[in-house]
């Protein structure tokens, strides 16, 4: 990939890079025992989160090895449905766009006992200096391991 340019991923080309599954809590639900909706974040964040540690690229690494970081600046959420205390969720973590300083990144959430998509989470993160005052490239060995992975799905 050339790091002056940005690839658009569309919804056929969509590629799936992680899955995480979570079992609902007491602690993630409202007074009705239905996920509170800003917990879908959280669970994108945390599988997020995961898949960046197994590709060799945590937050930790980021910081302290790279003097970056790749908060969030853009959210959109669809709430499709509600998971219950209990239930089993999944999130696919998909990547959708890719560009020299920032990641356009889905997950898809699953309430795995009704087979139902409860919730659509896009997150657009941009990359910045370690004390979030500028904007910087995203990592050449980032860059080159995302691609690495969409090439084998």
């Known amino acids: ?6 690839y658009v991923y569309g919804e056929s080309l969509l590629k799936e890079v992680y899955k995480q599954r979570y079992r609902i809590a007491l602690s993630d639900t409202d007074y009705l025992r239905v996920t509170y909706f800003a917990n879908y974040l959280k669970f994108a964040e945390k599988a997020w989160m995961e898949f960046l ?4 690229f945590s937050y930790a690494k980021l910081i302290h090895e790279y003097k970056i970081f790749i908060p969030a600046v853009e959210v959109n959420e669809k709430i499709l449905s509600s998971a219950k205390i209990d239930d089993v969720i999944e999130v696919s973590i998909f990547i ?18 009704l087979n139902k998509l409860v919730s659509e989470i896009s997150i657009r993160a941009v990359c910045t200096d370690d004390k979030l005052e500028s904007v ?9 391991k995302i691609e690495a992975i969409l090439k084998e799905k």
């Open 53 to 56: 540690s197994n590709i060799g």
């Open 136 to 144: 910087k490239k995203i990592p050449k060995e980032f860059i080159e």
């Open 96 to 113: 959708e766009e890719l560009g020299r300083t920032y990641i356009r990144y889905n997950a898809k959430i699953w309430d795995l006992r």
């Open 1 to 6: 990939m050339n790091m002056n340019d940005s």
